[in-house]
């Protein structure tokens, strides 16, 4: 983790972080690139998938992160069922040597929508082997409660379908995932620009978790920094307390005075 | 996929001859550039780095040997 903790620390499983941005690494096309848009998004946890070894790559992707001060926040990517998750993200606990997992549980190939009840499976079984959880969920506040349920350190609802860039399609889901919440909620999926992370902060998510945005971007490391920004904006946002919206106009410049009345 | 009789191993998806008595720790160290940030599976279940060094790699045993990809 990074050095310097803010005033107002996204606190994970009794953990300060240095920033509410977490960084997903797919899609990254060098690890220059990757390197600039982590520095450049401030991130405190990059994910990082677990793959059988590639003998030809050289670069060490964990190495790089771990380099910059961030934390490796392994992820059970592909993973379809819970067997497959528990089995990934033990095998991960034992490659980085971190018990903290993204746990992702895909139920259908087109959308990459979370499988629920896989999901919560496995959950459940991670929580009572020591793992730190952090579930990959939809959308519905019945099922991060569920999640929240058996002992997870944070839920993640998505916005949108992974790589979607289509933003948060249903606010006021998120908004009921946040009212009921005990556990820090990040937003993960469905991220297409800096807007859709300041809504996902306004809204009163805890943090933001983006890839594809950053990664696919024609300048990662200017998108990277302009999370960074939106995040700091929404979250400050948040904590300001918006106005109430209102159906017609109310001036705010005052009645009385105005000349000839 | 399981391997045949003959003393050979699946080691991620694919067939591999062994000597015997080969360890988790001789089969990372021949496939691997460097064991740092590798985790190893036998049939299934987790073996502890700790245990590297004094776990033989059975004979038809299916192994996985997964680092970090960019993901997620």
């Keep these: ?261 | 996929m399981s391997a045949a009789g003959d003393g050979a191993v699946v080691v991620n998806g694919t067939r591999r001859r062994l000597v015997p008595g080969t360890t988790v720790a001789g089969l990372v160290a021949e496939v691997c550039p460097s064991p740092r940030g590798v985790a190893v599976a036998v049939g299934g279940e987790v073996v502890p780095r700790s245990a590297w060094d004094r776990t033989p790699v059975p004979p038809g045993a299916e192994v996985e040997i997964v680092t970090a990809a960019a993901g997620g």
Excluded at chain 1, 102 to 112: A, F, H, M, N, P
Aim: proline fraction near 6%; aromatic fraction near 2%.
């Design chain 1, 1 to 261: 983790m990074a050095a310097e903790t803010p005033a107002d620390p996204l606190v994970v499983a009794g953990t300060a972080l240095s920033s509410r941005v977490l960084l997903g690494t797919g899609g990254m096309t060098s690890p220059d690139s990757l390197r600039r848009a982590l520095v450049a998004s401030g991130a405190a946890l990059a994910t990082v998938a677990v793959r059988r070894v590639d003998p030809t790559t050289r670069h060490s992707l964990v190495e790089l992160i771990e380099g910059l001060g961030v934390g490796v926040l392994p992820n059970t990517a592909g993973c379809s069922t819970a067997a497959e998750a528990v089995l990934t993200a033990r095998l991960a606990r034992e490659a980085f040597d971190t018990a903290w997992v993204k746990l992702e549980v895909i139920g259908d190939d087109r959308t990459l929508l979370p499988d629920p009840l896989e999901l919560v499976a496995a959950a459940e079984q991670l929580v009572a082997d020591g793992f730190v959880v952090l579930p990959y969920c939809g959308d519905d506040p019945v099922v991060a409660r569920r999640l929240e349920q058996v002992g997870c350190a944070a839920v993640m609802p998505l916005g949108a379908p992974i790589g979607t860039g289509l933003g948060i399609r249903n606010p006021h889901n998120i908004e009921l995932i946040v009212e009921q919440a005990g556990v820090p909620v990040v937003l993960d999926a469905g991220i297409g620009t800096a807007s859709d992370a300041c809504v996902a902060m306004e809204l009163g998510c805890d943090a933001v978790l983006v890839a594809s945005a950053v990664t696919r971007a024609e300048d990662p490391e200017g998108m990277a920094g302009a999370m960074r920004d939106a995040v700091a904006a929404g979250r400050a946002a948040r904590l300001a307390g918006r106005i109430t919206r209102r159906f017609h106009a109310e001036a705010s410049s005052p009645a009385a005075g105005r000349i000839g009345r």
